[in-house]
């Protein structure tokens, strides 16, 4: 006991010298008696040798410091260095920047981010995800999410039990046991060695190891003595399989993929269609209790002969007879062919078998060499089918499935052309009656121009206004008035006119009709009287003229010496006689 009192006495005394010196703080491998006294670096504790040591969260690198460890994805120098217990520190990069990422062993839950946690990889069998890798390295993540080995191996604890191995499995032919899984998934292990399932063959042939199972050959595949057929009742005939003699191919010689059926002779007598179809699949039992081809088959022997098998019906452009027929509803047998009917078309063209037979085209309808036009009258142009150029499709341009009628007479349209139109120029259109230049005969409006104008406006377009007496309605295609009276101040044959008032104190409008025609009026009867005073004139002068040269000479020379005489006393100098100017005389 005494020895304890001595290290208490000492404790305190340790402890009260502190306390009055404020001793440094301890430092990484100090001596310590709690953690309190390991201030000198964060992560420090007191261990229970009393020594100052890095926490679970810290290492030690150098000095008397203790480093915070690293999450997964951050940097790191050494393995120590890192949080988390199954994480290493390794180069992340080609120039090796040392982060901390899990051990082969362990994935990051939380994959490319930092601060993940290092789980366990997946077993075998056990649920994984894109994060959570499967551990074994011959293994991946399937798609239902679990564990499995990859192709050429096998889980030696089986599928079902988690915690196995991926091995090798064994190729065919060699030699295998029952705790040895055969490499191809269509394989087993048979006799000690890996040999193909039922259904399939090894193309290697079983003599020689290494091949591959492949499914067995259906009718009509190609196949050989290795490639052998799939049908038990099958035969390779010609490198092609084909049914045994007494049986026959249920999906027809043309097809394959069928199975062998034991031939039945049709025509017997039945009481169910059991009784037909275990033999024939395209057979049944008719009301009649006998044995007959399904609708798209035939008895290739004919109904009236037992014995036959039940053939597909003809398709379109194959040989037919009237035993084989045709398949089509809408086809028939022509000239030893299966034909469309009338009104159908074959949409693989006449020249390619195996078409369908389509009803022809309506009007309106988009159309081809191959797909024609259903009505007689109509042309397929433009990929469109349309009335030819002496008809009109009923159902108007816009509409499908008219019928081509013929044009109507210019002035008419409509079901048998019995309605009127009138139009300025051209014909109406014989469906709607719309005039092509929308412009109508005077006295009628609407898009058919079959509608009056209304009352009290005649002429083109119906714009001009009625002026009959007491308001009466005039003629809506002339304008004229009833018994041609006009309300006053109209006049004219249709009172179109303004009469012109004198008493008037507003000036006329001189640039309408009414003025016009008055001016008009006016100027001609001006130049009558012109041209009559004109007349006058030229007469009046003719009779002068002719009294002029009917005189006599005597008068003339008279005359003349008249003037002489005139001009005595002007001048005392006869002289000056001669050098005056006489008047020409004409004779």
């Known amino acids: 006991m005494i020895w304890k009192e001595h290290v208490l006495v000492c404790f305190m005394v340790y402890a009260c010298v502190c306390m009055v010196s404020k001793c440094d703080a301890a430092g990484y491998s100090d001596s310590c008696i709690s953690t309190t006294e390991c201030t000198g670096s964060v992560g420090l504790i007191c261990d229970f040798n009393h020594v100052c040591t890095c926490n679970g969260t810290h290492y030690y690198d150098t000095g008397s410091s203790c480093e915070k460890k690293s999450l997964l994805g951050a940097l790191c120098n050494y393995d120590i260095g890192c949080a988390d217990a199954n994480a290493v520190c390794t180069c ?35 649920t994984c995800s894109t994060i959570a890798i499967c551990a074994d390295e011959h293994s991946f993540c399937s798609e239902n999410g679990t564990c499995k080995c990859n192709n050429q191996y096998f889980d030696d604890n089986s599928e079902n039990v988690t915690g196995g191995v991926c091995r090798d499995t064994t190729p065919l032919g060699d030699p295998c046991s029952s705790t040895v899984t055969c490499s191809d998934s269509n394989s087993f292990c048979n006799d000690g060695k890996c040999k193909c399932n039922p259904q399939y063959y090894d193309d290697n042939g079983e003599s020689v190891a290494g091949g591959v199972c492949r499914i067995t050959r259906y009718l009509g595949w190609a196949c050989s003595v290795i490639a052998k057929c799939a049908d038990a009742n099958a035969v390779c005939s010609d490198a092609v399989c084909i049914c045994r003699d007494t049986y026959y191919d249920d999906n027809g010689p043309l097809f394959s993929g069928g199975v062998c059926r034991p031939k039945f002779i049709l025509g017997l ?65 022509s000239d030893g062919k299966c034909k469309c009917n009338h009104q159908y078309y074959d949409d693989n063209g006449e ?41 009109y499709d009923d159902n108007g341009p816009y509409n499908n499935g008219g019928v081509c009628r013929p044009n109507c007479q210019p002035g008419h349209y409509g079901v048998n052309c019995l ?53 009466s309605i005039c003629d809506h295609v002339s304008g004229n008035c009833p018994s041609d009276r006009c309300a006053p101040g109209w006049t004219h044959r249709n009172c179109s006119v303004a009469e012109v008032s004198i008493s008037t104190t507003e000036c006329p409008d001189f640039h309408s009709d009414k003025y016009f025609n008055a001016l008009l009026a006016v100027a001609i009867v001006l130049g009558v009287v012109v041209v009559a005073l004109a007349v006058l004139n ?16 005597a008068n003339s020379e008279s005359s003349h010496q008249n003037m002489y005489d005139d001009l005595g006393p002007r001048s005392a100098n006869p002289d ?12």
């Open 269 to 333: 007598n039945c009481s169910t269609n059991a009784t037909c179809t275990s033999h024939d699949l395209n057979s049944f039992c008719s009301a009649s209790g006998i044995c007959k081809c399904e609708d798209t088959f035939y008895d290739d022997n004919g109904v009236s002969v037992e014995g036959g098998d039940c053939r597909e019906k003809k398709r379109l452009g194959e040989i037919c007879s009237n035993i084989s027929k045709c398949y089509d509803a809408n086809s028939y047998c």
């Open 419 to 471: 309605k009127q139109c009138h139009c300025l120029v051209d014909p109406c259109d014989s469906v709607t009656g719309a005039c092509r230049n929308g412009i109508c005969e005077d006295g009628w409006t609407g898009t058919a121009c079959n509608e009056t104008c209304e009352p009290g406006m005649f002429g083109m377009n119906c714009s001009s206004p009625c002026h009959c007496l007491n308001e």
């Open 92 to 126: 992340s990069s080609f120039r090796c920047k040392q982060t901390c990422s899990c051990n082969n062993m362990s994935y990051d839950d939380n994959g490319v981010n930092s601060g993940g946690v290092c789980q366990r990889k997946k077993l075998l069998g056990e």
């Open 538 to 553: 030229v007469v009046s002068s003719t009779r002068k003229h002719r009294q002029c040269v009917g005189g006599t000479r």
């Open 576 to 587: 000056h006689y001669d050098s005056l100017p006489m008047p020409t005389i004409r004779q």
């Open 351 to 391: 020249s390619v078998a195996g078409g369908v037979c389509r009803h022809d085209k309506r009007l309106g309808d988009t159309c081809s060499v191959i797909a024609k036009c259903a009505d007689a009258n109509a042309v397929c142009s433009g990929d469109i089918c349309i009335c030819s150029d002496q008809y």
